[in-house]
């Protein structure tokens, strides 16, 4: 059942209306009865996902609010908070705020190719990992479209060449180079940052993309659970290492430096800090639960972004650093997620009213990467295409400096073993 309203100027507006708010209803239906199946099966999710997985993102505040809107529907609420919008309970209430455009002008339903729309990357050298699939090899063709060159680091060199040439037959003028790296593995960070360094003269954005979500309990090859170490040990490793790269660009060519961590709203379920910075938590199989350790690195993508953020102010240094939450978006890692025996496909055709397509999913990473409005903005929280708040820990300057601590004490102690030693 699906009523759509016809744009044919002869049909009756009072019947545009009615088949209008029949369409609202229906979604508002199909929306609440994905929030009660949600719910019913949370507690019992079992993610799991192949660790390979690069560019896969999934986030469940949306189903959050959704819930709070129903909740409060029910209970005579006329509004609720969140993300620091006030949102109307009454049935059109979801959709407005799904389909509102914020001050950038963009929201929800924009593209990466609209929010890139007439700017001219063309000189400009960008990384973003995790370009084989998903958002992020949406992020590296938009990038390519409007004329940067991008390196993609693959740990399947054979997986990143295929993604060069399906990317080069939609666009033969694209500037791609693809890399051999393992985000999981120190060894394999440092060999790309030395040969990246040493062969590219110019570094003008780094876009830490890739990510892993709900695995089974495993640990990297460095001993570091793997969520853990790919989704945010890595990317902190690897950004340190192009740092002074990105630096020394921005100063040559005047041209502000931007590094953007891609992070999720899961990022707000997840409360006990004393474990963000807490090795023998992380590392604790028993303990293990593998969508809170999701939500711990993305938390801690947030907190790296703006310490980086306060550290470059502190230096001076021409360039920025953002994160974001690119939004639900149903990718190839959806396959590996059971609710309970709940058939996934079934939930993904609930949620078909309010999830992202890709294009969309990489708008929030493109404007972050190339709009100039964004010019000096930096230690920032984005969603659709806007600055939003993000959680109370995310924004905790003394959590984000004990994390920066321990981040370079795991990786010095890390690196001082004989095998990482070379």
Not at 18 to 42: D, N, P, T
């Amino acid at each position: 059942m699906q009523a759509r309203v016809q744009s044919d100027s002869k049909c009756n507006p009072g019947l545009r209306v009615v088949l209008w708010v029949v369409e609202a209803r229906w979604k508002g239906i199909m929306a609440s009865s994905a929030v009660v199946v949600f719910s019913y099966c949370f507690r019992e999710v079992n993610f799991s996902a192949d660790s390979g997985q690069e560019g896969s993102h999934m986030a469940f505040g949306q189903l959050e609010m959704i819930g709070g809107v129903c909740g409060a529907n029910l209970v005579g609420m006329t509004t609720i908070k969140y993300d620091g919008h006030s949102i109307d309970t009454g049935p059109m209430g979801i959709w407005s705020w799904f389909l509102r455009s914020g001050s950038s002008g963009f929201g929800s339903s924009s593209t990466a190719e609209q929010v890139t729309d007439v700017i001219d990357a063309t000189g400009l050298t960008a990384i973003v990992t995790g370009a084989t699939s998903g958002i992020g090899k949406e992020t590296a063709r938009v990038l390519a479209l409007r004329g940067a060159k991008v390196i993609i680091p693959s740990r399947d060199l054979e997986n990143g060449l295929k993604t060069k040439e399906s990317l080069l037959l939609e666009n033969p003028k694209a500037k791609l180079d693809v890399m051999e790296m393992d985000l999981s593995s120190i060894n394999s960070i440092t060999s790309f940052a030395r040969s990246f360094n040493s062969s590219n003269p110019r570094l003008n954005i780094l876009i830490n993309n890739a990510g892993i979500m709900a695995c089974p309990f495993q640990l990297s090859l460095d001993g570091i659970e793997l969520q853990y170490a790919t989704n945010h040990l890595g990317h902190f490793l690897l950004t340190n290492l192009l740092l002074d790269k990105l630096k020394t660009t921005a100063k040559e060519t005047g041209i502000e430096g931007r590094i953007i961590n891609v992070s999720s709203s899961a990022h707000r379920r997840y409360s006990k800090n004393s474990s963000i910075n807490d090795l023998k938590i992380i590392n604790h199989p028993i303990k293990y639960k593998g969508y809170d350790a999701y939500c711990r690195s993305k938390l801690a993508n947030i907190l790296h972004a703006n310490e980086l953020a306060r550290v470059l102010q502190e230096e001076g240094a021409n360039v920025t650093a953002n994160s974001l939450h690119p939004g639900l978006i149903p990718t190839n890692i959806s396959r590996y997620i059971n609710l309970k025996g709940f058939p996934f496909p079934v939930l993904k055709t609930l949620l078909k009213p309010i999830v992202k397509s890709i294009p969309q999913g990489a708008s929030t990473t493109c404007y972050l990467a190339l709009h100039p409005d964004l010019k000096g903005v930096t230690g920032k929280y984005f969603a659709n295409c806007n600055e939003s708040p993000p959680s109370s820990q995310a924004q905790d300057m003394d959590l984000g400096k004990k994390l920066w601590d321990f981040s370079l004490d795991l990786l010095n102690n890390l690196n001082n073993k004989p095998n990482n030693k070379k």
